[in-house]
């Protein structure tokens, strides 16, 4: 009888250690589902904030183009809107860059509307290529990619090169409308991509191309003419350093640019229409990046959030 007791008790010490370890395991995941629900809580709370904080800083950087720039008959990298603004306070914190899309060559004008290749622009990639050491037949797949027709140049490729894929696509037969869309044409790798960004848009607001000589690259300055080395270009850059171009004429202040810009016809400005905001928002630890493409006058190109 007394053994048969002590089994009992010993029995009941036992149950009664499951049930307090369960009880135990069950307010610990209460407690850890709480905090789960509150930190994603906070985080979606932070993330919208974050969100209306970029989105905020991106409309203000459109507000600052358009206000800043009326009137005005050149832009250059002197200009406000040029330095990056930088805002901090007690909720998160903002970055705004803008960049000139005029600065760059637009790709999406390599074929004329019949498609055919536009030559100042193939001429000016095959030149930007090969200074960034690039295959020259890219610039063939692309202007593949960008016309309306389905018959591939030397070089080249047409959706049946693209349907063949894994996993299969067509060819856009139309302008690109991302630079990233360009990582689908035959060629185009990662880094290639990479080396091509800064000096590549696809965005114009004129029917024929310029490039801003006050804004464009080193490496876009060389691409416009042969007659253009490297020295040339140095010395645009630390030409309108020091005072910004603000004619076509004044180019005549670097030695033998005048006669290569007459040679280059309308193809270069000294004012640019369209800009590239960046607007990154930072709240705790959440954070929201708006791009955005617009017009000096405030229209809106692109829009994105990520």
């Known amino acids: 009888m007394t053994g048969r007791l002590k089994n009992e008790s010993g029995f009941a010490l036992i149950l009664t250690l499951v049930i307090t370890t369960l009880m135990v395991a069950v307010v610990v995941e209460m407690i850890h589902q709480v905090y789960v629900d509150t930190s994603l809580s906070r985080g979606f709370r932070d993330g919208q904030q974050a969100s209306i904080l970029a989105e905020s800083g991106a409309t203000g950087g459109a507000k600052l183009l358009q206000i800043g720039l009326s009137g005005r ?4 990298l002197s200009d406000p809107w040029a330095m990056p603004i ?9 970055e705004v860059t803008i960049i000139e899309e005029s600065g760059k060559i637009n790709v999406n004008g390599l074929v004329t509307p019949i498609g055919d290749y536009e030559p100042f622009t193939l001429a000016a990639l095959q030149r930007l290529g090969t ?6 037949e890219i610039w063939s797949a692309a202007a593949d990619w960008i016309d309306r027709d ?5 070089g080249g490729a047409e959706t049946p090169y693209y349907r063949a894929l894994k996993p299969p696509y067509s060819a856009r037969n139309g302008g690109l409308m991302t630079l990233t869309e360009l990582s689908l044409v035959k060629g185009f790798t990662p880094d290639i991509l990479d080396k091509l960004r800064p000096f590549l848009t696809i965005y114009s607001d004129q029917a024929v191309p310029t490039v801003n000589i006050n804004t464009a690259t080193k490496e876009v300055l060389a691409a416009l003419d042969e007659r253009i080395d490297d020295r040339m270009a140095e010395r645009i850059v630390e030409e309108r350093r020091l005072q910004p171009f603000k004619t076509i004429g004044e180019l005549s202040r670097v030695s033998g640019l005048d006669t290569i ?37 405030g229209r809106v190109l692109s829009w994105q959030e990520y």
């Open 73 to 76: 008959t050149y832009t250059s």
């Open 86 to 94: 930088k805002l901090d306070d007690e909720v998160g914190s903002l």
């Open 131 to 136: 200074r960034l050491q690039l295959p020259e």
């Open 150 to 154: 389905d018959l591939p140049r030397s």
């Open 261 to 297: 810009a007459t040679g280059l016809g309308g193809r270069i400005t000294v004012k640019g229409g369209l800009f590239r905001i960046i607007s990154v928002a930072r709240v705790k630890d959440a954070a929201r990046t708006v791009e955005a493409v617009v017009s000096s006058t």
